[in-house]
């Protein structure tokens, strides 16, 4: 049951994301600041998605 609901909120934490976050706008000012400050982001975006997956996996 513990895992289902990790599940769950892991799906919504995704939906909230897409829905907040204006996908090409994004990736176009990434473009602009340079391939180095979009390397750093998607590890740190990474990072945070590895962070929480292992908080609900407990």
């Keep these: 049951m513990k ?3 990790s599940i769950i909120y892991i799906g919504i934490i995704f939906a909230s994301l897409l829905v907040l976050l204006p996908g090409c706008e994004f990736i176009g000012d990434v473009f602009k600041a340079g391939i180095w ?16 997956v292992k908080m609900f996996k407990d």
């Design 3 to 5: 895992k289902h609901i």
């Design 37 to 52: 400050v979009g390397i750093i982001i998607i590890i740190a975006v990474i990072a945070v998605i590895a962070f929480i």
